[in-house]
T-cell receptor, first 117, second 107 residues
């Protein structure tokens, strides 16, 4: 089972360039999430999609946009990359939304390592 | 706003030692999860604890949920280098994690 697949695995951008990080899950999950992890740090939520057709901001949404393309796919776009966006980006999915009292387990991809010079 | 505080932030020990890490909050949770993230990979769910006072064992890992369901601990017996990683906790209804405990087990 593929689970959560992220592409690309690595990317180097120059300041001001744009790019889209792709994420797809094959578990028929309703909810999807984007997190960033800076060196030696925990995970910070950028955006999430509780269900197909909805998206909401997380803790650190500035400089990012997302699209829930369909139930399987949730993309993250950097319109004008900045060095402060150098990070490892993780996509995750859960069967049910975690915004209620559910503790639906999160399934993570293996990350996209982005460097902005 | 619900917050989870994890301690210690960093822990470096020798193989064979025992250790305990903590996840604390002022909020009550209906359940709490522990994840482990190995270097270069995404976090993976270890366990979900649901009942106050519950103890769950996963081989050498023992998870406990506080009676008041505001805190949890993870105890590792005879740590091995394969236990190295970042340990994260997350409460029900939360989209965010505690800051994590970064564990290094030296051979």
């Amino acid at each position: 089972n593929a689970g959560v697949t992220q592409t690309p695995k690595f990317q180097v951008l120059k300041t001001g360039q744009s790019m889209t990080l792709q994420c797809a899950q094959d578990m028929n999950h309703n909810s999807m999430y984007w997190y960033r992890q800076d060196p030696g740090m925990g995970l910070r939520l950028i955006y999430y999609s509780a269900s197909e057709g909805t998206t909401d901001k997380g803790e650190v949404p500035n400089g990012y946009n997302v699209s829930r393309l369909n139930k399987r796919e949730f993309s993250l776009r950097l319109e004008s990359a900045a060095p402060s966006q150098t990070s490892v980006y993780f996509c995750a999915s859960s069967a049910l939304s975690r915004t209620g009292t559910y503790n639906s387990p999160l399934h993570f991809g293996n990350g996209t390592r982005l460097t902005v010079t | 706003t619900q917050l989870l505080e994890q301690s210690p932030q960093f822990l470096s020990i020798q193989e064979g030692e025992n250790l305990t890490v903590y996840c604390n909050s002022s909020s009550v949770f209906s359940s709490l999860q522990w994840y482990r993230q190995e270097p270069g990979e995404g976090p993976v769910l270890l366990v979900t604890v649901v009942t106050g006072g519950e103890v769950k064992k996963l081989k050498r890992l023992t998870f406990q949920f506080g009676d008041a369901r505001k805190d949890s601990s993870l105890h590792i017996t005879a740590a091995q280098p394969g236990d190295t990683g970042l340990y994260l906790c997350a409460g029900a209804g939360m989209l965010t994690f505690g800051g994590g405990t970064r564990l290094m087990v030296k051979p």
